[in-house]
């Protein structure tokens, strides 16, 4: 199957910090990549789709100006937690579709656990 | 609108079959199925696409009931690996977003 990578896998930082995640696609392009959050033994909820080349689409009750996403390229997607607190601790993954073979599966990347001192 | 998945959980002994099943209130154009591990990121297993169609996966195999807006995910014969968390993603319309179902915890045992 398609391969997304992300980046940092784990990330440990102070009170006030922000953090950037980096979600690529490999061998695949996508204009359009999706940012979940998980808690403990919880679903994927998702936060935001990133699209290619325009602003992100938020998903209610998500703070756009603290989850700063960018979609510079059809290969990358970057999500920034702004002045992180500690309920912003979570593992946040990445995913996008492969439209390639035409049927659109959804790939994820390994994701990324964040923890905020 | 979130499917719902049943059952939440299910231990198994190795080499026995189980059931997962995802229903949603909705009518449906595919059901993603994936298996996340602890810790881990969710692994796709395979898409359904309406139609009705049935698929396989060495020993785990899937249906969807697209009348009855619903999606079953067979496990026969399971292993130790088969153990996680199994998600269904739903998905409306062709290129829009899935919802994830809350998942099923297998725990197969020895």
């Known amino acids: 199957g398609a391969v997304v990578s992300q980046h940092p896998s784990r990330v440990i930082c102070k009170s006030g910090t922000s953090v950037k995640i980096e979600c690529r696609s490999l061998?695949?392009?996508?204009?359009?990549m999706f940012w979940y959050r998980q808690f403990p033994k919880k679903s994927l909820m998702l936060m935001a789709t990133?699209?290619?080349?325009?602003?992100?689409?938020?998903e209610q009750g998500v703070e756009k100006d603290k989850f700063l996403i960018n979609h510079a390229s059809l290969t990358l997607s970057t999500l920034t937690v702004t002045s992180a607190h500690p309920e912003d601790s979570s593992f946040y993954i990445c995913?996008?579709?492969?439209f390639g073979g035409g049927v659109g599966e959804q790939f994820f990347g390994p994701g990324t656990r964040l923890t905020v001192l | 609108q979130q499917p719902v998945q049943s059952p939440q959980a299910v231990i198994l002994r190795e080499g026995e079959d189980a059931v997962i099943n995802c229903s949603s209130s909705?009518?449906?154009?595919?059901v993603h199925w994936y298996r996340q591990k602890h810790g881990e990121a969710p692994v796709f297993l395979m898409i359904?696409?309406?139609?009705?169609e049935q698929k396989g996966h060495e020993k785990i195999s899937a249906s969807f009931n697209e009348k009855k807006q619903q999606s079953s995910l067979y496990l026969t014969a399971s292993q130790l690996s088969y153990s996680g968390t199994y998600f269904c993603?739903?998905?409306?319309?062709?290129?829009?977003?899935?919802?994830f179902g809350e998942g099923t915890q297998l725990t197969v045992n020895p």
């Open positions: 990133s699209n290619e080349g325009s602003k992100a689409t938020y």
């Open positions: 359904l696409l309406k139609g009705g």
């Open positions: 061998d695949f392009q996508a204009t359009t």
């Open positions: 909705k009518a449906l154009y595919s």
């Open positions: 995913s996008a579709r492969d």
């Open positions: 993603g739903t998905e409306i319309t062709s290129g829009s977003r899935l919802t």
